[in-house]
């Protein structure tokens, strides 16, 4: 190439290196670094740098090249990220690895606490996210570090997102079980929050404490008003929110019934009463059978919180509802669809094959994932499919059929309508009920072993010793079913809803 003047400014000069790194021209950059080599870190708008713009697109050669003249590997641009913070967020895993095989800082945190473990899972698919968190373990990467919404890898795996393959890697590398982010979360705290029973018990073999009483940590300028569980563990939170369940796991696992919340970071939360026990805190929001679980565990009734009341105050001043037992509009209607169910003639084994083959059809060929809503239509239930449309094959819609001696082994059902079906001892091994909707149903003895579903609704359904063993149950729905005797071992439970479930007898969660 041209010789370039050496009367050249230090502006052109540097937007010519920029020019020729943002268009891969490696020659170039090579031979202007050879007779300017003190521009080689020169800044850009936001304080980019060229290696950090050689980092944004991929260009592993470009990257290399600027290393090899001296640029700076951990200059920051102006929000403080770094040439690997760069490559994370826009997915250049090839570059990311090489950067810290040069030794890129993989704790660095921009002026927004964003770090490299965290970009990676937020941005990264899973298959190259899973690469890049052992590479970066590998190279010194703090795994308890807190990022921008001060959680971290593990609180953000036991929460919404519920991943419990990796909580058992964190946990398995040595991640603190006991973290509590500037919210008052932990692990657990999350998991039990959002019914992530099997990542609940997996947090507990590994040491999670479960009498753990946590508290928001108040900065500069934040509202002291203090939230309602404020101070509390998780027995607390399940008792809070009403979790039968959850409770019912917590005292078999051990849970103190008689801790008291407590204020773990001494700031001052207005409003906020503490010292309660689980026992206090049911009897105040009249969760009744959850105090009996209480009791029957060994809640004392003389424990005073920090304003001296017991629970027996509680119960001496509280509104205590009456216990009414009434037949209800849904119980009626629920009785009502069995019986409709029952009396139908099962499907005909060619026409149900021809069902499966359209709604097959119609799976390939929806625009996206959709969900049911139930409502309630003269007198009876009825789903409408929202949010996914296709314009070929049909949408397999048995509702209120008859299940009996039907093949149902083996299929793909996700988003069928089987609401209000009756199908006693009805084998579904080995297939597929993403998004189905199995409201009202009756399917006592039904067996669901390994099967996947995940965002299925069972609301109101009879499962009475049904088998659930090793099955997928991800935002499976089981609000005020008949689960008595049902079998959950080995199940994978994460964010399941039971309220309002009879869960009497149940097998493998308790």
């Not at 950067?99 to 990264?124: E, M």
């Amino acid at each position: 190439m041209d010789t370039i003047k050496k009367d050249i400014s230090y502006h052109e000069l540097k937007t010519k290196l920029r020019q020729n790194t943002t268009n891969n021209q490696l020659e170039a950059v090579k031979d202007l670094l050879e007779q300017y080599p003190e521009i080689i870190d020169a800044r850009y708008e936001e304080g980019l740098t060229c290696l950090m713009i050689a980092s944004n697109q991929g260009n592993l050669a470009m990257v290399k090249l600027l290393l090899a003249k001296d640029a700076h590997l951990d200059a920051e641009d102006f929000y403080q990220n770094t040439s690997l913070l760069k490559a994370i967020e826009n997915k250049r895993v090839a570059v990311a690895n090489y950067l810290l095989a040069q030794g890129a800082d993989p704790n660095h945190q921009s002026s927004s606490f964003d770090n490299a473990l965290h970009l990676g899972h937020r941005n990264l698919e899973r298959q190259d996210f899973w690469a890049m968190l052992k590479l970066l373990l590998a190279h010194g990467a703090d795994i308890d570090l807190l990022h921008y919404n001060r959680q971290n890898l593990l609180t953000e795996a036991t929460d919404y997102d519920a991943d419990l393959e990796l909580t058992r890697f964190l946990l398995e590398q040595g991640a603190n079980p006991n973290q509590v982010t500037h919210y008052a979360n932990t692990p657990l705290n999350n998991a039990c929050e959002r019914g992530n029973i099997s990542i609940i018990e997996v947090l507990l073999q590994r040491g999670a404490n479960i009498n753990q009483c946590t508290c928001r940590h108040l900065g500069p300028g934040w509202s002291t008003h203090g939230d309602e569980d404020e101070g509390f563990n998780a027995l607390m939170r399940a008792t809070h929110k009403n979790n039968e369940l959850i409770v019912r796991l917590l005292i078999a696992r051990g849970a103190d019934v008689n801790v008291q919340s407590m204020n773990t970071t001494r700031g001052t939360f207005d409003g906020v009463v503490f010292g309660k026990t689980a026992l206090q805190i049911a009897l105040e929001k009249q969760h009744f059978s959850i105090a009996q679980l209480l009791l029957d565990a060994g809640a004392d009734i003389n424990i005073k919180d920090d304003t001296g009341k017991s629970p027996q105050d509680y119960l001496k001043n509280g509104q205590i509802a009456q216990d009414q037992t009434v037949a209800s509009s849904s119980t009626l209607n629920h009785s009502l669809m069995q019986e409709m169910a029952a009396g139908n003639a099962p499907i005909k084994a060619n026409e149900w094959g021809q069902m499966l083959a359209e709604h097959q059809v119609f799976l390939e060929n929806k625009t996206k994932d959709g969900h049911w809503q139930v409502l309630d239509a003269s007198g009876l239930a009825m789903g409408i499919f929202q949010g996914a449309k296709s314009d070929k094959g049909q949408q397999l819609a048995p509702q209120f059929a008859n299940l009996t001696g039907m093949d149902l082994q083996s299929h793909n059902l996700s988003y069928a309508n089987l609401l209000g079906c009756w199908g006693e001892g009805t084998d579904f091994r080995g297939s597929t009920f993403i998004g189905a909707l199995l409201v009202d149903a009756y399917l006592p003895q039904a067996n669901f072993e390994g099967v996947v579903l995940t965002n299925a609704d069972f609301s109101r359904t009879d499962l009475t010793n049904a088998n659930f063993r090793n099955a997928l149950l991800k935002g499976t729905d089981f609000e005020n079913c008949n689960l008595t005797g049902a079998d959950f071992t080995g199940a994978q439970i994460l964010g399941a809803k039971f309220d309002g479930a009879n869960i009497d007898q149940i097998k493998g969660i308790l």
